[in-house]
C-alpha cells in the first residue's frame, strides 16, 4: 500500500535552517509528480510547492520563493523541502502528497498524504 | 492567482439530511481544450491529512461513498453530501489545480445540528 512518511520537522529559531523528508513507498515514486502542502495551527491549507516526476520543473508559492527549495531523489524514493530563512508564518504542519496521475503536475488532485510533520519556527 | 471562497465557513446539518458546500473561483478552472474543471475536493478530519474525495469537479475518488458528489463548471462548484452520516463531520476544503499555485478555499467546517 502507498505509505509518505515526513520527518525533519521541529522547533527552529527565526532565520535559520530547517530540511524535511518525506520517504515514499508502494508506488512507483519516479513516475509521480510530488507536493508539499502545509497547515498552520488551527488554520487551512496551503499549498506549497510542486516538483514533476523526473525533478525537471519546480513551482513554489510566492511567500517561499527563493527561501524553500523542492527536490527529490527518485533512487531513494525520497522527497525533500529545503527550507532556509525561516519565518515565524511558516510555523506549520508540513505534509508531503502524491499526485493522482502518473507523469502529470497538473491534476487531478492529490490522492495520497503523509501524517504531516510540525514545523515551529521561533526564538 | 486564483481565489478559491467556500461557503458557508461552518454548517449545522441533522444526521440523515442534506448538505451543501459551495466554492467559488475567482477565474475559470475550466480548460476548454478537454472540457475539465480542474477543481477537487478534501475532506479533513482532526488530527488526520486530508483525504481526496472528488476531482475533475464531479468525479468521484475509489472507494468515497456515493452520498457524496459534486457538480458545477467554470468558476461556481458545489459538493453534496445527500444523507449525512455520522463520520462525515469533518472540514471540507475545494482546490484548484488549473494553475500554480495550487489554492484551496479556506475550508468549510460541516458539524451535526
Known amino acids: 500500500q502507498v505509505q509518505l512518511v515526513e520527518s525533519g520537522g521541529g522547533v527552529v529559531q527565526p532565520g535559520r535552517s530547517l530540511r524535511l523528508s518525506c520517504a515514499a513507498s508502494g508506488f512507483t515514486f519516479r513516475s509521480y509528480g510530488m507536493h508539499w502542502v502545509r497547515q498552520a495551527p488551527g488554520k487551512g491549507l496551503e499549498w506549497v510547492a510542486l516538483?514533476?516526476?523526473?525533478?525537471?520543473?519546480?513551482y513554489y508559492l510566492d511567500s517561499v520563493k527563493g527561501r524553500f527549495t523542492i527536490s527529490r531523489d527518485n533512487s531513494k524514493n525520497t522527497l525533500y523541502l529545503q527550507m532556509n530563512s525561516l519565518r515565524a508564518e511558516d510555523t506549520a504542519v508540513y505534509y508531503c502528497?502524491?499526485?493522482?496521475?502518473?507523469?502529470?503536475?497538473?491534476?487531478?488532485?492529490?490522492?495520497?498524504w503523509g501524517q504531516g510533520t510540525l514545523v515551529t519556527v521561533s526564538s | 492567482d486564483f481565489v478559491m471562497t467556500q461557503s458557508p465557513d461552518s454548517l449545522a446539518v441533522s444526521l440523515g439530511e442534506r448538505a451543501t458546500i459551495n466554492c467559488k473561483s475567482s477565474?475559470?478552472?475550466?480548460?476548454?481544450?478537454?472540457?475539465?474543471?480542474?477543481l477537487a475536493w478534501y475532506q479533513q478530519k482532526p488530527g488526520q491529512p486530508p483525504k481526496l474525495l472528488i476531482y475533475?469537479?464531479?468525479i468521484r475518488e475509489s472507494g468515497v461513498p456515493d452520498r457524496f458528489s459534486g457538480s458545477g463548471s467554470g468558476t461556481d462548484f458545489t459538493l453534496t453530501i445527500s444523507s449525512l452520516q455520522a463520520e462525515d463531520v469533518a472540514v471540507y476544503y475545494c482546490q484548484q489545480y488549473h494553475n500554480t499555485p495550487y489554492t484551496f478555499g479556506q475550508g468549510t467546517k460541516l458539524e451535526f445540528k
Open positions: 477565474q475559470s478552472v475550466l480548460y476548454t481544450s478537454n472540457s475539465k474543471n480542474y
Open positions: 516538483i514533476s516526476y523526473d525533478g525537471g520543473n519546480k
Open positions: 502528497a502524491k499526485e493522482k496521475e502518473e507523469y502529470s503536475g497538473y491534476g487531478p488532485g492529490f490522492d495520497y
Open positions: 475533475w469537479a464531479s
